[in-house]
């Protein structure tokens, strides 16, 4: 998933009109109000029920795949989602975008799956309902009421509310990592190869996103260089960095199994229970984790290090060859973070912050041109030809981003 797309952008201006009337369509039985007037339940205020307003969201594929909002507008304070895919196979999730920021997401929503919801309190302002895969896939939502405080005074204070922000997401992937790595142990304790593979799919952005957060846990009562309880490499290991006194673990030996022996094996079931066990480990040591500006500066660079090394390389999923789709996470991952920085960094160089935005833009440009809802995890696979053909123009844009990217770190850390 990306943000920022300036595509993305002028297709949602020039396609509101379009989603108005479809959710007109979908959600006023009758077409007229008490009055006669035509009905506009998408324009109305949402009705609140248990002290929050309650928006539903149904996404469909019968006739093109939509996403389809029953209210265009809520009132300030909680306000509460209720996502149903009926039957759609192309939107897999729902996520609610401030300017660049993801406020909330619910992912890995499969057709015939009872509805989930979601639940945030939002301050007054625009937002956008972001559906990627749908026929229109960004909708304007609309909060009335008071907007949510700005950060005011020092730079350093600016920059602080934003660590605060950024630890509220990052707990969030790694509450939706937990969560898909369970159904992905589920599919494959039950044999079902065709769905642990989808599930692996969906599993692998969360880890991707955050990666550059969590990697340095060791569990208790392990030395720091002892890989056998180093948590990274217990979930994503990659057969190039083996270490032969520990083995296969994690996500890429459930992989191997999937795509290159096509089988589960007893031996696959332990590896995903296992993995299972590891990220629900992971995610209760990282409950808590506060961030310096300056420590989202580096992990977002250290996110495209990770794209140039393995991604484009093909290194990281030389099984699945799903690549693209941990390379977008990648740099959904470092965007999310230089958001959180913007305003901030906004005032202590906003030429700088101009350039990074402007480079993060080209990058998800690019990413979208490899788009294919139909496959696994929305990306066509980076095969051995694709490979060939075009990681030289990937690997550019992705240097362009990186190199003023790189800058950010020190400004933040010694912004007066």
């Given at each position: 998933?990306?943000?920022?797309?300036?595509?993305?952008?002028l297709?949602?201006?020039?396609?509101?009109?379009?989603?108005?009337?479809?959710?007109?369509?979908?959600?006023?039985?009758?077409?007229?109000?008490?009055?006669?007037?035509?009905?506009?339940?998408?324009?109305?205020?949402?009705?609140?029920?248990?002290?929050?307003?309650?928006?539903?969201?149904?996404?469909?594929?019968?006739?093109?795949?939509?996403?389809t909002?029953?209210?265009?507008?809520?009132?300030?304070?909680?306000?509460?989602?209720?996502?149903?895919?009926?039957?759609s196979?192309?939107?897999?999730?729902?996520?609610?975008?401030?300017?660049?920021?993801?406020?909330g997401?619910?992912?890995?929503?499969?057709?015939?799956?009872?509805?989930?919801?979601?639940?945030?309190?939002?301050?007054?302002?625009?937002?956008?309902?972001?559906?990627?895969?749908?026929?229109?896939?960004?909708?304007?939502?609309?909060?009335?009421g008071?907007?949510?405080?700005?950060?005011?005074?020092?730079?350093?204070?600016?920059?602080a509310?934003?660590?605060?922000?950024?630890?509220?997401?990052?707990?969030?992937?790694?509450?939706?990592?937990?969560?898909?790595?369970?159904?992905?142990?589920?599919?494959?304790?039950?044999?079902?190869?065709?769905?642990?593979?989808?599930?692996?799919?969906?599993?692998?952005?969360?880890?991707?996103?955050?990666?550059?957060?969590?990697?340095?846990?060791?569990?208790?009562?392990?030395?720091?260089?002892?890989?056998?309880?180093?948590?990274?490499?217990?979930?994503?290991?990659?057969?190039?960095?083996l270490?032969?006194?520990?083995?296969?673990?994690?996500?890429?030996?459930?992989?191997?199994?999937?795509?290159?022996?096509?089988?589960?094996?007893?031996?696959?079931?332990?590896?995903?229970?296992?993995?299972?066990?590891?990220v629900?480990?992971?995610?209760?040591?990282?409950?808590?984790?506060?961030?310096?500006?300056?420590?989202?500066?580096?992990?977002?660079?250290?996110?495209?290090?990770?794209?140039?090394?393995?991604?484009?390389?093909?290194?990281?999923?030389?099984?699945?060859?799903?690549?693209?789709?941990?390379?977008?996470?990648?740099?959904?991952?470092?965007?999310?973070?230089?958001?959180?920085?913007?305003?901030?960094l906004?005032?202590?160089?906003?030429?700088?912050?101009?350039?990074?935005?402007?480079?993060?833009?080209?990058?998800?440009t690019?990413?979208?041109?490899?788009?294919?809802?139909s496959?696994?995890?929305?990306?066509?696979?980076?095969?051995?030809?694709?490979?060939?053909t075009?990681?030289?123009?990937?690997?550019?844009?992705v240097?362009?981003?990186?190199?003023?990217?790189?800058?950010?770190?020190?400004?933040?850390?010694?912004?007066?």
């Open positions: 998933m990306q943000l920022s797309n300036p595509a993305r952008r297709a949602t201006a020039a396609g509101l009109a379009a989603v108005v009337a479809i959710a007109l369509t979908a959600c006023a039985p009758g077409g007229k109000t008490a009055s006669g007037d035509d009905a506009s339940p998408a324009a109305s205020v949402a009705p609140v029920s248990n002290g929050a307003s309650q928006i539903k969201v149904n996404l469909t594929g019968d006739s093109g795949d939509r996403c909002l029953d209210h265009s507008s809520a009132k300030a304070g909680p306000i509460t989602f209720t996502i149903d895919n009926t039957s196979t192309a939107i897999t999730e729902v996520e609610l975008l401030q300017g660049q920021r993801i406020v997401e619910k992912e890995n929503l499969a057709p015939g799956l009872a509805p989930v919801k979601l639940t945030l309190t939002l301050g007054g302002g625009s937002y956008t309902v972001y559906c990627p895969g749908a026929d229109t896939e960004e909708q304007k939502f609309t909060v009335t008071k907007a949510a405080a700005q950060p005011t005074g020092s730079v350093q204070t600016v920059l509310e934003g660590t605060k922000g950024y630890g509220t997401y990052v707990a969030g992937v790694l509450a939706d990592m937990v969560t898909a790595v369970g159904n992905l142990n589920t599919a494959v304790q039950a044999g079902n190869l065709d769905e642990a593979k989808k599930d692996y799919a969906l599993a692998r952005p969360f880890y991707e996103k955050v990666e550059s957060d969590v990697d340095g846990f060791v569990l208790p009562g392990f030395d720091a260089t002892d890989n056998a309880g180093n948590l990274d490499y217990l979930i994503d290991m990659r057969e190039s960095n270490d032969p006194a520990v083995g296969w673990h994690g996500f890429h030996a459930v992989e191997r199994d999937l795509w290159q022996n096509g089988a589960i094996t007893d031996q696959t079931k332990q590896y995903a229970s296992e993995l299972n066990t590891n629900g480990k992971l995610a209760d040591l990282a409950k808590g984790l506060t961030y310096k500006p300056e420590d989202l500066a580096n992990g977002a660079a250290g996110l495209l290090e990770e794209v140039q090394t393995n991604k484009i390389s093909g290194e990281e999923e030389s099984y699945s060859h799903i690549d693209l789709v941990d390379f977008a996470a990648n740099v959904e991952g470092a965007e999310q973070a230089f958001a959180y920085l913007e305003p901030g906004k005032k202590i160089d906003p030429d700088l912050t101009s350039t990074v935005q402007t480079q993060f833009d080209k990058v998800t690019q990413l979208d041109t490899y788009r294919d809802p496959v696994p995890g929305g990306y066509v696979d980076y095969t051995a030809q694709l490979k060939q075009d990681a030289s123009k990937l690997s550019l844009t240097q362009a981003l990186q190199e003023p990217l790189s800058k950010i770190a020190e400004k933040v850390a010694t912004a007066g």
